[in-house]
């Protein structure tokens, strides 16, 4: 069956320190990959986009990987600060008609 | 300024009843869907719209109609109100051609459903 899974639901770090989620799918090929960031009450806000052909994107501190043969996206986000908390989801395309799948999210908590 | 609004934020009800959400985007995208979040905080898509032409159209009740005035409003309505229909409903937009999503998508706040 097809899954899109997310590494923890929840991961503690330490300010300064980089945060890595991970997202796994199953049966899925999607050509491309999205990173949301959702914090509490509020709707999912866009990060990147990763296509099937890239390996890797970088924004400011984010980067993102995607490995279409291991399947998997990584979400990286160095010299993390508290502001930096929310609830982060990664989504793909199922490559039939244009609609996104998301995984459940990694609530990420920055400690100062 | 709002890119994405949806009325109302809170919607309380009984079960039975029929109630509509409204969702407007001002950003001039083609494409609005309509997503369903559970209290996993799954995300769903339950509908999409391509310039007034439904294109996603998911294993949704059909109690639960969208409605698409013009390209920049989609409503949704919903009949017979069940207590498992109680989740967070969410609007978005997105640049799309139809029945391709390559582009980002713009979210609304949410509406917090709560059947009684």
Known sequence: ?112 | DTAVSQTPKYLVTQMGNDKSIKCEQNLGHDTMYWYKQDSKKFLKIMFSYNNKELIINETVPNRFSPKSPDKAHLNLHINSLELGDSAVYFCASSQDGAGVAYNEQFFGPGTRLTVL
């Open chain 1, 1 to 112: 069956s097809q899954k899109i899974e997310q590494n923890s639901e929840a991961l503690n770090i330490q300010e300064g320190k980089t945060a890595t989620l991970t997202c796994n799918y199953t049966n899925y090929s999607p050509a491309y990959l999205q990173w949301y960031r959702q914090d509490p009450g509020r709707g999912p806000v866009f990060l990147l986009l990763i296509r099937e052909n890239e390996k890797e994107k970088r924004k400011e501190r984010l980067k993102v990987t995607f490995d279409t043969t291991l399947k998997q996206s990584l979400f990286h986000i160095t010299a993390s600060q508290p502001a930096d908390s929310a609830t982060y989801l990664c989504a793909l395309d199922d490559n039939q008609g244009g609609k996104l799948i998301f995984g459940q999210g990694t609530e990420l908590s920055v400690k100062p």
